[in-house]
Each structure stands twice: as C-alpha cells, then as structure tokens.
T-cell receptor, first 115, second 111 residues
Framework: EPEVTQTPSHQVTQMGQEVILRCVPI?????FYWYRQILGQKVEFLVS????????KSEIFDDQFSVERPDGSNFTLKIRSTKLEDSAMYFC?????????????FGSGTRLTVV | SQQGEEDPQALSIQEGENATMNCSYK?????LQWYRQNSGRGLVHLIL?????REKHSGRLRVTLDTSKKSSSLLITASRAADTASYFC???????????FGSGTQLTVLP
C-alpha cells in the first residue's frame, strides 16, 4: 500500500537553529499538508499546499515557517529559527483529491525536539 | 465543546467486548473522519462518513453520523489487544480542506 514517508523520524536541534523536515507524499496525490502535535495536545493544522502554492494556513504558520516542493517529489517544512515551543511531532499528509470527500494519508511523523 | 470533541477521554475494555467512542462537533461539515494513532506513531485513516450518510461499516468498524445533533460514534466490535490506540474524529469545517481534530479517546483493550 502506498505510504507517505517522512524523514528524519527524530531530530534534535538547538534553539535558534533552522530545521528542514522532509516528506515524500504518495506519487499521484495532489494536495499536501503539514500538521503538528505537541505532546499531550491535539493534532493541529499548519498548512496545505496545492499546485505549488499554499492554499490554506493556520495562525501557527507564521513567518518562521515555510514549505516547498523543490523537485516534484519531496515536500519540505522549514522552520527558520526554532523555539522551544516548536518541539512537537510534525506530520505530513497527502490526498489524491480535495479532502472534502476523501481521507488523508499521513506519514509516521518527525519528532522535533528543540533544546 | 470545541469542534471534534471525543468522549470518553479514556476507555478500558476486555478483549472481545465492543468499544464505543463518541464525537461532537459545532460547525456544518461535508464529512467526518475517524483516525487511529498508536502511541508515538502516525495517524491512520479508518473511515470517512459523508454528511448525507447516516451509517457506514468497514470490517469491525461501524460509524454513525447524526447531523441534527452534530455528533458521530465509532463502534469497534469484538475488540482485540491490537486495537489499543488513541482514536480521533476529525472534520473539515465548512468548505475548508484542513482537518480539525478532537482530543481523542485513548482505548485500552486488555487481553
């Protein structure tokens, strides 16, 4: 069964450093998403991406965050200057068509720890 | 309650019993989805029910949706120890694509 692949599975970074989280969505999917889950809290939407541009973003997705699809297969989330409160599981997801009728496929997540 | 709130927060049952989890939401929706998350792992899509559907089955899963009460339930029949996980309902509110997740129900199935 096709999978969404995320790397790395765990990343530890110093506060203030830049991190790039990588995702390989399912190949025929057109919509891509990033979500995060702070330990013990709800899964929160960050951003959706379609046709090489951001289609929706949440209040969490401020200027410190950016997304890119650099080569047609990878989908990356960059955090420019990490803060302690950015520590969370980050999930990438993709969907073949508009989510309104189909579920997402999520990756296994990257656990980001900012120290 | 917030969009997509599950209850109970935690549920512990014996293997073979049925488990029922409920979800309430506030805004109008096109569909409601249930996901499972094993501890520290990713989210697995279980089932999606559209707003014009009242009940849906998938294997041992049965989902109901009552749009008049803005609520849904997930029933897992003949539970197994491997069903131990957190279960979340999620909705795309209105016409949005993004999902709003609830806080989840932690299900523990005892062997």
């Amino acid at each position: 069964e096709p999978e969404v692949t995320q790397t790395p599975s765990h990343q530890v970074t110093q506060m203030g450093q830049e991190v790039i989280l990588r995702c390989v969505p399912i190949s025929n999917h057109l919509y891509f998403y990033w979500y995060r889950q702070i330990l013990g809290q709800k899964v929160e939407f960050l951003v959706s991406f379609y046709n090489n541009e951001i289609s929706e973003k949440s209040e969490i997705f401020d200027d410190q965050f950016s997304v890119e699809r650099p080569d047609g297969s990878n989908f990356t989330l960059k955090i420019r200057s990490t803060k302690l409160e950015d520590s969370a599981m980050y999930f990438c997801a993709s969907s073949e068509v508009d989510n309104s009728n189909y579920g997402y496929t999520f990756g296994s997540g990257t656990r980001l720890t900012v120290v | 309650s917030q969009q997509g709130e599950e209850d109970p927060q935690a549920l512990s049952i014996q293997e073979g019993e049925n488990a029922t989890m409920n979800c309430s939401y506030k805004t109008s929706i096109n569909n409601l989805q249930w996901y499972r998350q094993n501890s520290g792992r990713g989210l697995v899509h279980l089932i999606l029910i559209r707003s014009n559907e009242r009940e849906k089955h998938s294997g041992r899963l049965r989902v109901t949706l009552d749009t008049s009460k803005k609520s849904s339930s997930l029933l897992i029949t003949a539970s197994r120890a491997a069903d131990t996980a957190s279960y979340f309902c999620a909705t795309p509110p209105g016409s949005a694509r993004q999902l709003t997740f609830g806080s989840g129900t932690q299900l523990t199935v005892l062997p």
